[in-house]
Structures are given as C-alpha cells and as structure tokens.
C-alpha cells in the first residue's frame, strides 16, 4: 500500500486535504500500482463490455474519463465510436496514457489531461462520464467525490455515467485462514516490539515496555483496521445485505460521506467447525453499467467482487471480530454499519458495526460493537 | 519504506517540500519504523556510551535533541546530568517520547516539543546538540540539513555536536547473492508488466507492450537506484576509501548539499569466482561523538556501518555494475563519485559513479559510468 496516512499529524491540518493528494496519487503513479490494475481481467472486460457492448450509445457523443490512469478506458470509448475524450489523470500515470492514444492513432479523439478534475476546465459539457473510481469496499479513498464534483461540473443534463448504479453488500464470514494472518502480523509485531523494549534495556537501561499505550494502536492493526481479503464461497455463513445502493446519476456528496443501515444478516450456513462460528464480516460492492434513463444500455454489465466470483483486485474488505461469536442455534445476526470519514483523512472512513445474535427461538446475544478503521 | 517519493509529479512543485516533509515524516510516525531504530544495538550503545562516557561534559549543560524520536537520545542526555534537554520531533513518536519523560521522571529536566526544528523558539541557546540524523550512505533523507539549521540557531560558540564527525565510505564488492536479488526483483517487475499487457490485449484488444517507455524505470529499480544491502567482509574486494569527512561544527549546506570526489579503490582480494570480477559498489559511513575543541570526549566512540562491523539498521548502500567488471590483472580500479540532491525530492540524491579499471601493467580499461538514485 503505497498510501499510508493513518499516522498523519494533527500539526499539518492547514495543508493536510493537499499533502494527502499528494501522498495519495503519488501511490498510482507507481507502475506497479497500474499494473496491479491492468492485470484486474474482471476490470478490464466489465468497462470492455459495457463501453463496446453500448457503442451505439458512445457514437458521436462526448466523452470524460476522470482519473483514467493509463488511459485504457478512454481508448475504448474512442474505439466505440466517441466523437471526443477528454481524459483526465492528477498522476504520472497519464504519460503512459498519452502514448497510448498515439500509438493507437487515437489521439486526434483523445485529449489527456495531467490534472486532477476539480482543477479542470473542458471547452464544453460532456454526454457521458466513464470512471473507474471504486475503491474496496466502494468507498475507500473517496474517489467518488471528483466523479460526482465533474458531473455536477460537466455533464449534459440528459448525460449518463458509466458505471450508473453501485451497490455495497456486506456478508457474515468464518475464515480460520484469514483470522489467522491478522493473527500472524499481530503477534509478529507484538514480537518486534517486545525486541526493542529488550535492546533499549540492556543497552541503555530504560524500561519502554510499558509505554506503548494509545501509540500500540499501530500494533493491532488488522484488530481495528480492515483488510483486503479473499473469503472463499464455503467461509460464508449467509446470503450478503445490500447495505447501499447508488444511483450515480442522483447521488450526492451527502450520500456518500456517511453510511448508516441497520439490517438483518442470515446464518444458513456453518463451516466445518463446532460449535459453529462468526469471526469475520466482508464487505464488496458491485457496478452496473445501465446507461441512462435517456440511453439506456442495451448491454447490461454488472461487475460484483463477491467471493462467489472470479476474483478482482479489488475482492473483499474483512472485518475481523476479535472474539468469535457462537452460532449455536442462531438462524441470524442483528446488524448495523455506520461509516463515516475519519477525521484525519478523508480518504478513509471509520466504521462501526454493531451486531447481536438472533436465536431461533427469539433468544437475542449480547450487542456488542467494533470501530474499524477502512483505511 | 514508509518513504517512496520517487515518481512524485512535477505538478506539485509548489507544496513540494511541505508536501514531501509530510510524507516524509509520516514513515516514521508508525511504531514499526521507530521499533527499527530502537532494535538497533550499534545506534543505541554507540549514543549511549558517547554520552554517558562523557557525562562531564553533560553534566549541568543545556541540550538540544533534534529529531528526537521516542526520546531516547534525550532521556540518556538527561541521566548523564544535562541540566536542561530540548527535545524535538515532527512527528507522531513525539508522543512516546513524552511518555518515556514522565515514566522515567525527568520530565522536569526533558522539555519534548511536537515541531520541526525549523519552526521551533527555544528560550535559550545550548551547549550541546545530539542527533541521530543519520541516513543509509550518510546523506539519504537529507535530514543533516536540520541539524546544521540547529546548530546556526541555537549552539552557543564554545558548543559541541554529538555526533561531532562523519565520514563516508567507498568499496568495491563481488556478491552474486546481492546482485541476484535485484534481478530477480527485476524479472518479476518485468513479468508484472507482461501479465498486464496480455489482459490488455486479450481483452480490450489494445497492444501496451512496447508502451511503457521512460515510464518503464520503475521496473529497473535497483539497476538505476542504490539499494540497502548487508555486504559480507569476504565480499570486498579491497579496503574502503573515505569520499566525504565532515566536520558537523564547521560544515555548511553547500558541503553536503553536493559530494564530488576521484579517487582509487585498490584491488587486493578476489571472491572465488573466474575470472575475478567486480559486480557493485558499496557506500556507508561512520560517525564520530569526539566532543568540540572545547570539552574533547574522554571516551571517543566511533560507529561505522562498515561489513567488517556488526550489522546496524542502516547496512550498506549498494550501487550495481550492470555488467560485471572482470578484474583479470587489476590492482585498482579509477573512480569519480558525484552526488547532488534530485531535482524531484531534495531528501534524495542524483549518484553518478564513474569508473575505469587499471592493470597491474597500467594499462586502462573502458571508462564506465552510470547514474543512481539514493531514494
């Protein structure tokens, strides 16, 4: 993960939303991080597929990729029959895209743009918005934001988004496998930890070791912070909840600063484990791709990271809970979620899960509830 | 490394520093990257005697810790009898470093303030400046500059510099164990990309292959950028030589801002391969706690990151030779070495290594020469 902010001192708020720019693209102008993306076949063929799929739909029309990378989603739109691109990249990564375009002669239709969109100006407004904005569990670094800011900005009023709807599922998980490399790094920080208290000691003679206190946050991480995991179809206990669902064309920043949903998770399912258990929730989100009420696809793709498909770079957000519950005779699990930016950074959120366990006969667990970070 | 500013966009230039600083100093808020410096026995018993070992010099004098970190330095300072420590840290271990004051009771004599030392008022001027500043090859991160800012503001006349000297060191080295490593870095970077070119292909059809250009240099990391290695004694090839000494009480920023030196590096010893052959370049330093003319240390420690010596957190900075010279006949091998500050990221530096091997005949081979990033 090239972005790392959790950290971030309170002493640099005057420039933080800046520097955290920074530090946040800076992560995409890595090769790496590109390839990671171009390598997505999930990725690449819903845009295809959607873009290619409804060309008659891009024919003639102008288009506007915000945050096009190395550019590939605009030199589809091109190939559809768009009348022009505009293609706008905050990152180095849009040298690659530039190339791109006249290496394929596109660049006549593609022009690129080394910007971020809220900095932008188009000589006019645009039919369609295509953007690959969605991070893990949708919202993780807030790329929404400039989607939402360029249509506002640019696009026609009977204009589309490519993707048009998303939704955002969460889903009750048992996974020994995945609890246990949290476990791992814990104890293996734990262990880094406990070396230095060792070294400071002897050789200079301060006892540290009980000092860590708030700071030892940065020990737990995976305790309080989510993490990107790839739950396997028999580590489900139950169907997934849509907990949000996103109309891009109508949705606001409102919508997307805080989620809260309260619902009810099914257990229909037990690993091989006894009792039977919960230590983990998922979260993922699906894209769909339905044009607009105007152009309606006549291709309709669906992109969707649950475990239950191939797997995407994205895949799923884990939640770990600590303390695994007993789904002895549960049939289900009250839920909440309530995300909201965190306070140091608003690429990240903080989220609350509060959950009980529901018997069959009635019989309510205690509620219990975790702050994770998605960070 | 928390720290990987390398592909940082020019569109930024104008909050560069500030940008870069935040950063920066971000790394090395996590507990993981202080857990490194505190585990370091040669850092931490190096200071440790230095200090101590001249408790008179301390005793009753006013200190200055630049970039104190967990407060380490400080708390020594303030157990040898300092009257008064001024501690300072940009970042988030500022905290610990209190703590550590108040668990050990010297929070009257330890004042920690959460600032850089740039921006930091002091009510008084100080006999005595500690820092641990020190980066791999001496000057990555370029933090030295904070610590001379320091001494220009805040060392009164007659003062001292802990550490007082430094130096650094220049080797010639065969590891294929070293050099493996970079490859296989390299090919697996190299594979990346072909995984992504082919779902490229495959799927949206466009041919990426030959596309990535200058863009590709961050496959090459490790054949363009120096890299920290830990250099076995049997792996050098002849004795270090000093490219750099700096006097930390008289040095200015235009000293260390470029490093320019010719110099031999004398053959003496050949790893057991055929022919001998020379495949790196190796830099560290040393640093010296001599005390000031006016209070000289009674006990003079050196720590030097030297391969003859215990490993350190800081190792060795190695610089590969591509092609591997073969050294049939060679007793000395020509060499320029220049350093400036890049021209992206002043906490990095440009290297350029320039080298020509000399037979025992005084015959000379081809004049080579490459460029480096310490980043």
Redo the contacts between chains.
């Keep these: 993960m090239?972005f790392?902010?959790k950290?971030?001192?309170r002493?640099?708020d005057g420039?933080v939303t800046?520097?955290e720019d920074?530090?946040y693209?800076?992560?995409y102008?890595?090769?790496?991080r590109?390839?990671t993306l171009?390598?997505?076949?999930i990725r690449?063929?819903s845009y295809?597929a959607a873009i290619l799929g409804n060309a008659d739909n891009f024919a003639g029309r102008v288009v506007l990729d915000v945050g096009c990378g190395?550019g590939?989603l605009s030199?589809?739109a091109a190939?559809a029959g768009a009348k022009k691109v505009y293609a706008v990249e905050?990152?180095?990564?849009v040298?690659?895209a530039k190339?791109?375009m006249v290496?394929?002669n596109l660049d006549d239709v593609v022009t690129v743009y080394?910007?971020t969109v809220e900095k932008l100006e188009l000589p006019e407004k645009v039919d369609i918005i295509v953007s690959e904005f969605m991070g893990n569990f949708l919202l993780r670094e807030s790329v929404m934001d400039s989607v939402l800011f360029a249509r506002d900005k640019f696009l026609k009023s009977d204009g589309a988004m490519y993707p048009s709807h998303c939704k955002m599922f969460f889903a009750p998980v048992y996974s020994e496998r995945l609890a246990e490399d949290v476990w791992d790094t814990y104890h293996r920080?734990l262990k880094?930890?406990e070396?230095?208290?060792e070294?400071?000691f002897d050789?200079?003679?301060?006892?540290?070791k009980?000092?860590?206190?708030?700071?030892?946050d940065?020990?737990t991480t995976g305790l309080h912070s989510s993490f990107g995991v790839e739950v396997e179809p028999p580590e489900m206990l139950g169907p997934a909840v849509v907990v949000k669902e996103i109309d891009m064309l109508t949705t606001t920043f409102e919508d997307v600063k805080q989620v809260k949903k309260s619902f009810e998770l099914k257990i229909d399912h037990c690993v091989d484990q006894k009792p039977p258990k919960l230590n983990m929730f998922a979260g993922w989100f699906s894209a769909s791709f339905k044009g607009s009420p105007f152009a309606p696809s006549l291709v309709e793709v669906n992109c969707n990271n649950s475990p239950l498909n191939e797997d995407t770079h994205w895949g799923q957000e884990g939640f770990l809970v600590r303390e695994p519950l007993d789904l002895t005779n549960v049939d289900k699990i009250l839920c909440e979620i309530d995300m909201s930016r965190t306070e140091k950074n608003w690429r990240m959120y903080d989220v609350r899960v509060t959950h009980q366990t529901c018997s069959t006969d009635g019989k309510l667990g205690p509620q219990l509830s975790t702050l994770y970070t998605l960070c």
Excluded at 38 to 41: A, E, G, Q, V, W
Excluded at 210 to 216: P, Q, R, V
């Design positions: 090239g790392s902010g950290k971030m001192s002493e640099w420039v800046e520097v920074v530090r693209f800076a992560g102008s890595t090769l790496e590109q390839l171009l390598s997505d076949r690449i063929s295809n190395t590939i030199a589809i190939r905050a990152t180095d990564a040298e690659f190339k791109l290496a394929n080394h910007n920080n880094s930890w070396v230095a208290a070294v400071v050789l200079a003679g301060f006892d540290i009980s000092l860590a206190g708030e700071y030892e940065s020990l």
